[in-house]
């Protein structure tokens, strides 16, 4: 059965393929307490642990330096993060936020839904 969670910024569900899914929400700006809420969120939505997550980014949303510190620094649970996102601006973002914070799991930037669950599914 999947569970799931509804965050001031974003969606939360976790489903029998065991993928976690984000979905930001439209104009979310996530401060180190939302990045806080969203980690144990995902915790305790995904019983086992490593898991996969799927972040949809294709909105438009801002994560402060705070907040990608803490994801970084406190996501040893995340075997691997696949993000969608045809988003230019959310694209540079997320490259920067892998080089600067060097996240300990894989993290790929997809434009596509049916690629980034491929890659998930290949590292589970």
């Known amino acids: 059965m999947a569970k799931e969670t509804l965050l001031q910024s974003c969606w939360l569900g976790y489903g029998e393929d065991k993928i976690l899914r984000m979905r930001v929400l439209e ?14 969120s995902m915790k305790r939505l995904a019983d086992e642990v490593p898991v996969a997550v799927l972040i949809d980014g294709r909105q438009n949303y801002i994560w402060d330096k705070d907040a990608q510190e803490y994801i970084a620094l406190h996501s040893g649970y995340r075997l691997a993060t696949a993000l969608i996102t045809n988003n230019a601006v959310v694209r540079i973002f ?31």
């Open 27 to 40: 104009g979310a700006v996530i401060d180190l307490k939302q990045a806080k809420m969203i980690t144990e």
């Open 94 to 124: 997320s490259n920067s936020y892998a080089k600067i914070f060097k996240p300990s799991y894989p993290f790929r930037i997809f434009s596509t839904e049916e690629k980034a669950i491929a890659w998930l599914k290949s590292l589970m």
